[in-house]
C-alpha cells in the first residue's frame, strides 16, 4: 500500500500549498489539519467559506463524542468508547460476562478487552452480535480466548445473520471494501483523519495485514425476540430491522438498561450507505424505533457514540429520532407520486426546524439527501422517470461531448480552474473528471480533480462524505492506492468458518466470462470429511452451482 507521509494541500493556484502552511500540518492534530482543509478549500469563494469552517468545526466538535474511555452505565454495565469505530459493551453477571459486540479487528478487540474487562476475574460467557456488520463482529476471538475461561462462549445473534456474514464473503465483499477504505478514511494519514462521525477512526486495512477474528454464531433465533438468562442476567434480545434487517436490540428489564445497536447514535441515521448497502427499509426501522420507545428505558446504550441517561430525555432523542425518519420517508414518497426526478426531491426535502436542531440529528453520518435517493431507488430502483436517463451515453462518449462543448481539453481545464475560483467545485470536479476520461495520464486535470474534490472535502458535514472524498482527492495525486480485496488476503481463519456454498457462489461471479465464452464443462467437487458435494456447470460464460450431484461431469 502507498501512502505519502507528507500532506500537500493545492489552492486553486497551481503548486502546493504554502511551504509554511504544510509545516504546520505536519504532525499536527487533526483538529489543524481540518481547519486548515475548510479555509485553503473555500478561501477564493467568500460566500462560502463562513459555512464551511462552521461545517468543519462542527465536525471537529463531534470527536468528543469519541474520547477513548470505559464508562459505567450503571453497576455491572460498563461500555468501551472510543476504541474502534463501534463500541464494545460488558453485562457482567453472577459467574461470568456478556459481551455486546466485538470490534472491527483483533487489534481494536485487545484494546477494548483490555480496558473494558479490567479488574474483572469471569469468564466470558456469551458474546452477541448486534448485527453483521463488521465493527461489531471481526474482534470475536479476542474476546473468546481461553485465557477467559476454560469453554468457548456461546455466539448469540439473529438467525439471518449467518446469510449476511456469508454473503459478504462470497458476493459484494471486494467492492464494499474499497468503498469502504474511503468512506471511513482509512487509509489517509494520521494528519489527515478526523473519525468516522459516529465514531474513532475504522482499525482495518486487510491490505496492510490488520488480522480479523470473526467467530461464526452458534446459537440464532427467529421471530421477534429470544428471552434468555446468561450467567444471571436475564435479558431479552429483539429482532429490529432498520439499519441492517438483522439487527437485534439487548434489553435487560431487572436494570432499564436498552442496548439500541445501531438503530441510534449521536447522528442523522445512515439510512443509505456510500459503501453500498441492500434497501434499509424506514418504516421498518420506525418500528424498531418505537418498539424501544415502549420499553421506557432509563439507560441507552448505542454501538455507536456515547450512552445516554433519563427516561425522559430518552425518549424525547427517540420520539424525534423516529420522527425525522418518517418525515423523510413520507416526503420522499409524497414527491415521488407527484412524478418528481430523485434530484427534484432532494432539493424540495428539509427536516423540520425542531429535528434539523436536535444535537443527535446532525448529518455527521447520514444525510438526508443520500436518504431521499436510498428511499427513491428502493421503491422505483435506477430509472428517475425522465425519458433521457433510459439509454443514456456511455460515460466516455459523455465525456467527449463535453469536452468538445468546452472547445477541447484545455479549454475544458481552463473552465474547471473558472469553476474554482468561483468555489463551484462540483462543476469543476466533472469537467477535470471527463478530460480524464478521454486523457487518463492527464497531470493537469489529475491536479484539479484534487483541488476540487478536497475542496469539496473541507465543506462536508458529514465525516462520510469527506472522508471518500478526501481519499479520492490522495488517489487522484497519487498519494494512496486502494487495491482490490484478493482472495488470499482474506484471513484464513474467516475462509475456515464460511460454508462451502457461499464459496461456490463466489466462484460463479469470478468466472471470467471472455475465457469462459466458447467454455461447455461441468465439474464435480467432493469434499468427503464433510458429506458435501457441489457441480459447477460452464455453459459459454455463465457458471451454474449446484450442491449435490447434478447430471455426468468430466
Known amino acids: 500500500m502507498m501512502r505519502e507521509s507528507r500532506i500537500s494541500i493545492p489552492a486553486f493556484s497551481a503548486g502546493p500549498a504554502p511551504l509554511g502552511a504544510e509545516r504546520a500540518l505536519r504532525g499536527s492534530l487533526p483538529i489543524a489539519f481540518s481547519a486548515a482543509l475548510g479555509l485553503l478549500g473555500c478561501r477564493h469563494h467568500p460566500a462560502t467559506m463562513g459555512a464551511a469552517e462552521s461545517a468543519n468545526e462542527r465536525l471537529v466538535a463531534q470527536g468528543a463524542e469519541f474520547r477513548r474511555e470505559v464508562l459505567t452505565v450503571v453497576p455491572g454495565v460498563r461500555v468501551a468508547v472510543g476504541f474502534g469505530l463501534a463500541n464494545s459493551i460488558a453485562i457482567e453477571g453472577d459467574d461470568g460476562v456478556i459481551i455486546v459486540d466485538t470490534m472491527e479487528s483483533l487489534d481494536a478487540a485487545r484494546a477494548a478487552r483490555a480496558a473494558l474487562l479490567a479488574g474483572v476475574n469471569k469468564p466470558v460467557k456469551a458474546i452477541i452480535y ?73 482499525d482495518l486495512d486487510l491490505n496492510q495485514g490488520n488480522d480479523i477474528g470473526l467467530l461464526r454464531p452458534t446459537r440464532t433465533f427467529v421471530g421477534q425476540e429470544l428471552s434468555l438468562t446468561v450467567a444471571g442476567v436475564d435479558m431479552v434480545l429483539g429482532h429490529a430491522p432498520g439499519e441492517t434487517e438483522d439487527q437485534i436490540f439487548v434489553w435487560l428489564p431487572g436494570k432499564k438498561v436498552l442496548l439500541c445497536a445501531d438503530n441510534f447514535y449521536r447522528a442523522f441515521p445512515n439510512l443509505y450507505t456510500i459503501r453500498g448497502t441492500a434497501f434499509r427499509d424506514p418504516r421498518l426501522w420506525v418500528k424498531s424505533l418505537d418498539r424501544m420507545r415502549a420499553l421506557h428505558a432509563e439507560h441507552l446504550v448505542p454501538s455507536h457514540t456515547r450512552p445516554l441517561s433519563g427516561a425522559a430525555e430518552i425518549a424525547l432523542r427517540l420520539t424525534h429520532y423516529r420522527d425525522a425518519i418518517q418525515f423523510v420517508h413520507d416526503e420522499t414518497v ?139 482527492a490522495y488517489e487522484a495525486r497519487g498519494q494512496v492506492v486502494i ?55 460452464v455453459r459459454l460464460g455463465v457458471a451454474e452451482v449446484r450442491e449435490g450431484e447434478a447430471g455426468p461431469a468430466e
Open 334 to 472: 409524497r414527491h415521488m407520486n407527484l412524478g418528481l426526478s430523485p434530484d427534484e426531491i432532494v432539493a424540495r426535502v428539509r427536516l423540520p426546524r425542531h429535528l434539523a436542531e436536535d444535537p443527535f440529528l446532525q448529518e455527521f453520518y447520514g444525510t438526508v439527501e443520500w436518504s431521499v435517493r436510498g428511499i427513491f431507488d428502493g421503491y422505483l430502483g435506477w430509472f428517475s422517470g425522465e425519458g433521457r436517463d433510459l439509454f443514456p451515453d456511455p460515460p466516455r462518449k459523455r465525456a467527449a461531448q463535453v469536452v468538445e462543448l468546452a472547445g477541447g481539453p484545455e479549454q475544458a481545464l481552463s473552465r474547471a480552474v473558472q469553476a474554482l475560483s468561483r468555489g463551484e467545485e462540483q462543476w469543476a470536479l466533472t469537467l477535470a473528471d471527463d478530460v480524464l476520461l478521454l486523457h487518463p495520464k492527464e497531470a493537469r486535470a489529475s491536479g484539479l480533480k484534487a483541488q476540487a474534490l478536497t475542496a469539496l472535502a473541507g465543506r462536508q458535514l458529514s465525516a462520510n462524505a469527506r472522508n471518500y472524498l478526501l481519499t479520492q
Open 130 to 202: 448486534t448485527h453483521y456488520h463488521s465493527d461489531h463482529v471481526n474482534g470475536a476471538a479476542v474476546f473468546a480466548e481461553a485465557g477467559l475461561g476454560n469453554d468457548r462462549p456461546e455466539i448469540i445473534s439473529y438467525e439471518s445473520t449467518r446469510a449476511q456474514l456469508d454473503r459478504l464473503t462470497s458476493i459484494t465483499g471486494p467492492a464494499i471494501y474499497m468503498r469502504a477504505m474511503r468512506q471511513f478514511g482509512a487509509l489517509l494519514p494520521r494528519e489527515a483523519r478526523l473519525h468516522g462521525g459516529i465514531g474513532a477512526n475504522l
Open 483 to 537: 487495491r482490490p480485496l484478493a482472495h488470499s488476503q482474506v484471513p484464513a481463519s474467516m475462509v475456515a468458518q464460511t460454508p462451502l456454498s457461499s464459496l461456490f457462489d463466489a466462484m460463479a461471479v469470478n468466472l471470467d466470462p471472455e475465457r469462459a465464452a466458447e467454455v461447455e464443462r461441468t465439474v464435480r467437487f467432493r469434499f468427503p470429511d464433510v458429506g458435501q458435494v457441489f457441480t459447477v456447470q
